[in-house]
């Protein structure tokens, strides 16, 4: 009968069962040991406590003897055994090991000085099989003022930086905000996966007979200027307004590597690639987040829906409209601080002038699917839709872990979304918080483009992926 029915089981399904099983698991075995509350502070990231004497929620399965069958399952599962019991236990031995209080502490000694209006961080970013970047953030925050100033430096052909600015004021009893932010991008490591749900047989994406490469690398350089006015009509509900300048050059390495984009894909009809690409680019967007704390792990809805033209300058003809939405639910599961949490990202894009191509950098892109780096351009077409479902629990006051799967979709319109081949992931992760913001993450995953691993210090998290522009 199972050999029966596991065929017609898709990768989403196991992925969803996978991570609902895990929560069940860890929320059932973290009761067994200690009957706890809602109101317990062991479970909550908002009132602290370091009291942590015991390691909760591990329970040793009786071994089982005289029987061949039931021995030999119980071998079978000796890794999915020890890596369930790792992920509960790390609460307990962070805690008995690490005290983070005074760790958090001594950071805010070292980064904050001028009481706490001037500081800095190390900017540290390593993933699977691109460049590793390193740097600093400089920054300055006196009351309704801020600055900052980022940078990252991998080799001279890999680099960014980053300057923002912006002012809150109180205007008609609301408030607003203006943002300028100014950055510059140069990579060597960006990767072109084609255009389509099954890039290799889509004829907008132009591959080389002679290349049996899936992608093709290319260099890219970047300059942006962003204008941008806020408003706050009420405490859960944001609207803003940008206008940003786009400047963006693309180049083949020229290596002579096999990985070249200019021996994977024919450059010569692959669109956008040897034309100019400057824009004006106009958006609305409207968020609503009704947490008490934006930065850490509670219940609610956090969800932003947007709309943007583009028009280009120069040399590029390209108008485009592009929107979408990003919906996400923080479903406690129960205790309060213990989340599921499900997140669907849509974005398309209609191209307004249909005697120029929309370039294949123009397409939406998902930075939040956790399975290859953003860097990568893993699947491209006029609709993207990422669906993620993920399980976050307090480890202590300042460091959360969360279990998760992703699955991303594309498709040239919204009745040709196909679920085979489609690229998933799978995995675990961690982060380091204090009350006002992420200080580090890491996560390992795998799925469909196989094992990946990130350490992040100092970057922005997943949220507001679509404006960290690419």
Known sequence: MFDRLLPHISPTTLNIV??????????????????????????????ITYDYKSIRGIDQAEQCTGHGLLKALDYGLLVPRKTIDLLLTSAGFSAVLIDEKKIIRKFEDVFYIYDQKLGWYPVVNYVTGFSKGYGISLFYNDGYFSTKIKTAYSNRNNWRTKLETSYTFFLSNYLWKTNLSLRAR?????????????????????FQNSSSEEFGVFYQRRLEAELSLGFRPSPDWELFFSTTFRQRRISDPGRGDASDIGQVFDINQLSGFASSNRKIYNELALRYDNRENLRQALPGIRSET??????GLGGDRSRLFQGGSDLTLFIPVI?????????SVVNFLINLNDRQDIAFVDYPQTPAFRGISSRAFL?????SWLNSLEYQWPLTYH???????????????AVSFQL????????????????????????????SEGFFARVSVG??????????WR
């Open 306 to 311: 947007y709309v943007a033209t583009s028009v």
């Open 379 to 383: 699947r491209s077409d006029q609709i």
């Open 186 to 206: 140069r990579d060597d490591d960006n990767r072109f996966y084609g255009i389509g749900p099954n890039p290799q047989s889509d004829e907008r994406s132009p």
């Open 335 to 343: 205790f309060e601080r213990r989340l599921l949490v499900t997140r």
């Open 459 to 468: 970057f922005s998290s997943r949220y507001k992926d679509r404006s960290d």
């Open 399 to 413: 460091l959360r872990s969360h279990i998760f799967t992703d699955y991303l979709l594309v498709a040239p319109d």
């Open 420 to 447: 085979k081949g489609a690229p998933w992931a799978v995995g675990w992760g961690m982060d380091v918080h204090n009350p006002y913001t992420e200080l580090a993450r890491f996560y390992l995953s795998y799925g």
């Open 18 to 47: 996978c991570v609902c099983l895990l929560a069940m698991i860890h929320t059932v075995a973290g009761q067994s040991s200690t009957e706890l509350t809602t109101s317990d502070t062991t479970d909550t990231l908002t009132h």
